[in-house]
């Protein structure tokens, strides 16, 4: 067996380890109760393992989040296609999206991070940086139609954020803040497709 993959392999075994524990620790006592002590305790590493493979609490806890969204994907987000209909691609950036907002330990840990933002300012605007990049597909997606001369929009960024904003407000808010269940596959669909239609009224 060659040394280096086995060693490979153990590392990787040890960060899966450490975000499994953080998660745990994070849900349970939030982020600012929760330390890399505990952390590595219940990971049954050394603090030194835990700095070895994230620099902070905050690029752990940045970590975690991307793990959650990278596990809510069934591939790689599609690109923008010109010869499809603009509905049917952009239903399907939502309903992906929605997936990540179905899922529990998701939810449970923007409930750390919105209450650890709170009490942080500085904190939240260095947690929405580092998580910026996962917004990316959807505002790529439309600066590639604008360009095509199919959306009307000469700021993509800001008509994300709207779209966002409407998915948001029945799959994310109501959850997060006001303990309302998690919506059905249906219910899923029928908000995508409003909010796609809706968006499209004024964009496309």
């Given amino acids: 067996m060659d040394s280096t993959a086995a060693h490979q392999r153990l590392t990787d075994r040890k960060r899966v380890a450490i975000i499994d524990a953080a998660i745990e620790e994070f849900r349970a006592a939030g982020f600012d109760a929760t330390s890399m002590d505990r952390i590595a305790a219940r990971a049954s ?76 300012p500085e904190r939240a605007r260095d947690m929405v940086a580092r998580l910026g990049e996962r917004e990316e597909d959807l505002t790529v997606w439309m600066r590639a139609a604008a360009a095509d001369g199919r959306l009307k929009t000469s700021d993509p960024v800001f008509a994300a954020h709207q779209l966002q904003g409407l998915v948001k407000a029945f799959a994310f808010w109501p959850q997060v803040t006001m303990g309302q269940p998690r919506l059905t596959k249906s219910e899923q669909k029928k908000v995508a497709e409003s909010a796609a239609d809706m968006f499209l009224a004024r964009y496309a």
């Fill in 45 to 120: 590493v050394s603090k030194r393992t835990v700095y070895n493979h994230f620099p902070s609490k905050e690029a752990l806890f940045a970590a975690i989040l991307h793990q959650l969204w990278d596990a809510s994907q069934t591939g790689n987000a599609r690109g923008y296609r010109a010869d499809e209909p603009l509905r049917a691609q952009l239903l399907d950036l939502l309903m992906r999206k929605l997936r990540l907002m179905n899922d529990e330990a998701f939810l449970s840990l923007a409930r750390v991070a919105i209450a650890a933002g709170i009490h942080s």
